[in-house]
């Protein structure tokens, strides 16, 4: 059962998805908090799987409360996945730096919501190519953005992989297009997150983009 807790600042927001995920047969709503103060304090006491985390939010915004939540060693199992209204949002973009593991727009379909929950629990996909991309695009393209080069240390099939992790495939596609197994497109992508120092894939999608390996565009 994934233990969910949701924090949002509208009450028919937060009703909404508590009953989604109380009608979902793997999942369960654990609480809710109307800010990102609140958020933290119950994660601290009711240690969810994932929080469904919105920025904005009187009483904390939902990025401080994501890099304390991630900060915190014991909640270190729980994932957090922003919901954003908005497509292009620096806000969604330091959520991410700051830890969150996704991030999905308020408009999707609640099947979209369930599986992108799953999908994150068990640590693959996070959310839509295009619209991080889009996101991205907008980081890549601001005054202070500079990419770096490849990052030391990294063998080549490491890099393959890192670059197909940041166009957004699955683990599954990942060891099709490089013809190998499942388990080992795994273990490279543990070998990333120890040499990156990344938190999960979310940051190893955000350091293909920052290191130049994948290029924004429209088409995937």
Do not use: W
């Amino acid at each position: 059962m994934i233990r969910v807790l949701v924090a949002d600042d509208m009450h028919l927001m937060r009703h909404s998805l508590t009953s989604l995920l109380n009608g979902a047969e793997d999942m369960t709503a654990v609480g809710e908090a109307c800010g990102g103060d609140e958020a933290v304090e119950l994660a601290r006491a009711e240690k969810p799987d994932l929080i469904l985390m919105d920025i904005r939010m009187p009483g904390g915004d939902g990025i401080q409360a994501t890099r304390t939540i991630t900060a915190d060693p014991e909640l270190a199992d729980c994932r957090v996945l922003v919901l954003s209204m908005f497509e292009l949002d620096e806000y969604v973009y330091g959520a991410l730096r700051a830890g969150a593991s996704g991030f999905l727009l308020k408009d999707a379909r609640p099947e979209r919501l369930l599986e992108a929950i799953r999908r994150t629990h068990a640590g693959e996909s996070l959310f839509a190519p295009v619209i991080l991309t889009r996101l991205v695009e907008h980081y890549v393209n601001s005054p202070a953005a500079a990419l770096s080069d490849v990052p030391d240390g990294l063998t080549d099939r490491e890099t393959e992989v890192l670059t197909l992790v940041g166009r957004g495939l699955s683990n599954e596609e990942i060891a099709q297009r490089l013809v190998i197994s499942v388990r080992t497109v795994k273990t490279h992508i543990g070998n990333l997150l120890a040499k990156l120092h990344a938190r999960d894939r979310a940051q190893l999608v955000i350091a293909a983009y920052e290191n130049g390996l994948v290029v924004p565009t429209g088409d995937h």
